[in-house]
Every structure is written in C-alpha cells, then in structure tokens.
Nanobody, 122 residues
Framework: VQLQASGGGLVQAGGSLRLSCAAS????????MGWFRQAPGKEREFVAA????????SYADSVKGRFTISRDNAKNTVYLQMNSLKPEDTAVYYC????????????????WGQGTQVTVSS
C-alpha cells in the first residue's frame, strides 16, 4: 500500500494539529496503521497505532491523553489528532502500514509514507 502523509506545520505550544495519511489500494481496511516520529539526532519512535477494524488502539506514554488516532476505511485515511502540543513533539511524523494487527516496533511495518514535519514553538 502507498501512503501519503499531510497536515504538518508550525504551531505554538498548547496548540493542535491533525495529521492525515491517505492510502492507495483497495485493501486498506485489512491494514493496521501506525504513526511514528523522528526528531533530529534521535531514533524513530512509536507514537500511536490502530487495528485494521478501528476497535483497538495503542499509544506511546508520552502522547497518551493528548493524541488520538482514528481511521476512516471508506476514505482510506488514518488520522492523528494532536492536542496540547509541546516543543518536544517537534519531529517528522511518518505513517506506516502492516497487515491486520497493531505493532509498536517500526521494523514490524511494511509500508511507509514520506513524512510530514511538525514544529512546536515554545
């Protein structure tokens, strides 16, 4: 599946952004989707993931209560609503896909989007 992430930008601390990841292909509904991020000089880290059916999600502790992952299988799109943003959320955000079940390790995902930059100013 091919993925295209969008929605990044510059926002002040405490603000919100919604990222979108549009997928091509007719089997999007069979893929679990994840969001990862990578800050300069740091490893890529897990942010959130959602099961193919949308009835199970997982979040990194650092974003719990602030970020919400959701999906619309009719639109082949997964979203990441980010609220109460902090400067430490600044990173390039990537969406990724794997069959069926959620995973938190980047190595478990097969397909990746190109990334969208999120910058949070203090």
């Amino acid at each position: 599946v091919q993925l295209q992430a969008s929605g990044g930008g510059l926002v002040q601390a405490g603000g919100s952004l919604r990222l979108s990841c549009a997928a091509s292909g007719r089997t999007f509904s069979s893929y679990a989707m994840g969001w990862f991020r990578q800050a300069p000089g740091k490893e890529r880290e897990f942010v959130a993931a959602i099961k193919w059916s949308g009835d199970s999600t997982s979040y990194a502790d650092s974003v719990k209560g602030r970020f919400t992952i959701s999906r619309d299988n009719a639109k082949n799109t997964v979203y990441l609503q980010m609220n109460s943003l902090k400067p430490e959320d600044t990173a390039v955000y990537y969406c990724a896909a794997r069959k069926w079940r959620i995973a938190v390790a980047a190595t478990e995902y097969d397909d990746w989007g190109q990334g969208t930059q999120v910058t949070v100013s203090s």
